[in-house]
């Protein structure tokens, strides 16, 4: 079955760097487009980051743009979220996600699989 692990989050202090990892299994992972989406407590899930399935073109959200950089190994099945500059606004669980789609898209509910989540913290 298609797994989806990520890893990485953490403590940080504010302006510090954490970069979570998603190891992809039980699916053809050049075919998918990959998503990295958060969720603070109380709020919707939202988009963060895309990086498409063929030529690697990858899409932010305005709120990370600049300071986040999303990238992929396909000979290791995994898609990275290097960030940078962290905010405390930053803080939520984040989660990966795959996408059979070409497009970079952004809502949550178009993604066929998703991860367990990693849970990210800034302090001030």
């Known amino acids: 079955q298609v797994q989806l692990v990520e890893s990485g989050g953490g403590l940080v202090q504010a302006g510090g760097s954490l970069r979570l990892s998603c190891a992809a299994s039980g699916l053809t992972f050049s075919t998918y487009t990959m998503g990295w989406f958060r969720q603070a407590p109380g709020r919707e899930r939202e988009f963060v980051a895309v990086?498409?399935?063929?030529?690697?073109?990858?899409s932010y959200a305005d709120s990370v743009k600049g300071r986040f950089t999303i990238t992929r190994d396909g000979a290791k099945n995994t898609v990275y979220l290097q960030m940078n500059s962290l905010e405390p606004e930053d803080t939520a669980v984040y989660y990966c996600?795959?996408?059979?789609?070409?497009?970079?898209?952004?809502?949550?509910?178009?993604?066929?699989?998703w991860g367990q989540g990693t849970q990210v913290t800034v302090s001030s």
């Open positions: 996600a795959a996408d059979s789609s070409f497009l970079l898209r952004r809502d949550h509910r178009l993604y066929d699989f």
């Open positions: 990086i498409r399935r063929n030529d690697g073109t990858t």
